[in-house]
């Protein structure tokens, strides 16, 4: 299982709601979170799944995640 962060622009738990049904019927997702609480609104995706697919789904859901290249 890998992991992926991406740079958000959901910033509350309103937005989090939003794109929770998109996420969470995304195939190959395991586990995601976002952290509204950093300026970077971190995106957190573990699972089978490619960063392209992650950004796709959020997009679905109308918003933005740009993947954190090199994130630990």
């Known amino acids: 299982m890998k992991e992926l962060k991406f740079k958000t622009n959901i910033k509350c ?3 989090v709601a939003k794109v929770t ?24 995706v573990k699972g089978d799944v490619s960063a392209e ?4 789904v959020v997009a679905e859901a109308g918003f933005q995640a740009q993947e954190v ?3 630990v």
């Open 13 to 15: 738990l309103g937005c």
């Open 21 to 44: 049904p998109h996420i969470q019927s995304a195939e190959g997702v395991e586990f995601w979170e976002v952290d509204i609480t950093t300026p970077d609104k971190i995106l957190t």
């Open 53 to 56: 697919e992650v950004a796709a």
């Open 69 to 71: 290249v090199g994130a």
